[in-house]
């Protein structure tokens, strides 16, 4: 197979079933919802045999809103996309709520080279808080790891000691803002000066900060040019947001696409995608992923700013 410049995919599948009962979920008031309450392993299968013979490279996330090991249907499917030929890396979610001996068996036979694994880090849900470190701790030895944490306004002082605590054994952690209301403000819109500069402190670079924190506007993006949106009955639009926009292609029929042929303004308001494939052009321009991990990646000009301190990566102009 003679493949093609590479393709991000986010692969929504709406597998809703979940563990945990974060007080700051939004999925809680999809559940029932016929839009999203329909996960179905028939079309998963069959939409990711289709993913598989697209002659592109494919940076895929397979996406849930539940908890992702909670279903054997998905950690096969997840299995057999690490091993096609044309998919370059593959990103999983976890709440990382078991065992590291469940991680390690569901894990043992996927191609972990291609493997990046991401856990949400939920302080409110957590029982034995030295037992999550230690696991995380061995999936950092195992795969390309990293750490979620929520902005969530009532967990913001805490933040900065749960870093700490991850940077201690060598785990790459970045913060998310809220996504939804609390104390009848909307979020990520209004946090406070010291929130702000709280949340800064610990953001592990300035793209994280701006989109996550300050709700930058994403300006140019690659959606539906080099990145697509896929949910569970096929239907590929160029972003996930609202799952509105025109089709692209229906993966449950053919692997079939019809992209853009360059970037294209985003009209929203904010990036929320960014939470899951990072699209925009101001992220290609200003940085480059360090391995499979999507949510671990360099600052293009470090070199440069070390020279020139106007081409610092909080300095110089983000567009």
């Known amino acids: 197979m003679s493949l093609l410049p590479d393709l991000n995919i986010r692969f929504l599948t709406n597998y809703i079933k979940c563990n945990y009962s974060c007080p700051y979920c939004i999925v809680g008031s999809m559940k029932g919802d016929p839009r999203y309450d329909v996960f179905n392993e028939n079309a998963l299968s069959r939409i ?15 996406g849930v809103l539940g908890e992702f090991f909670l279903s054997s ?6 299995e057999q996309l690490s091993h096609a030929p044309n998919i370059k890396t593959l990103n999983l979610i976890t709440n990382l709520s078991f065992p590291f001996k469940k ?10 080279s291609k493997l990046g694994l991401v856990a949400s880090l939920h302080p409110t849900e957590i029982k034995d808080f030295e037992a999550w470190f230690d696991t995380a701790r061995r999936l950092n030895e195992l795969v390309d790891f990293s750490v979620a944490l929520v902005a969530y306004p009532p967990l913001i002082p805490t933040l900065p000691t749960l870093v700490s605590k991850l940077g201690e054994f060598g785990i790459h952690a970045f913060v998310q803002g809220f996504v939804g209301k609390f104390n009848d ?20 670079s300035r793209h994280d900060y701006a989109y996550f924190v300050e709700a930058k506007r994403a300006g140019l993006c690659n959606a539906g040019h080099k990145s697509v949106f896929v949910d569970i009955t096929g239907q590929v639009r160029p972003c996930g947001m609202g799952r509105g926009g025109e089709s692209l292609g ?36 200003h940085y480059a992923h360090t391995g499979p991990n999507q949510h671990k990646f360099m600052y293009r000009f470090a070199e440069l700013a070390a020279e020139n301190p106007e081409y610092g990566e909080w300095s110089i102009r983000y567009p």
């Open 103 to 112: 991680y390690s068996d569901d894990l043992k036979n996927f191609d972990q």
């Open 48 to 62: 990711a045999t289709h993913i598989t013979q697209i002659e592109s490279r494919i940076n895929i996330r397979l």
């Open 250 to 285: 229906n993966f449950l029929q053919s692997p079939g696409l019809r992209l853009y042929d360059a970037p294209r303004p985003c009209t929203r308001k904010t990036c929320f995608c960014d939470t899951e494939n990072i699209n925009t052009v101001s992220f290609e321009t």
């Open 185 to 204: 403000r909307e979020y990520p819109f209004s946090y406070s000066a010291e929130e702000q500069r709280i949340l800064r402190t610990i953001s592990t």
């Open 73 to 78: 249907a998905l950690v096969g499917v997840a």
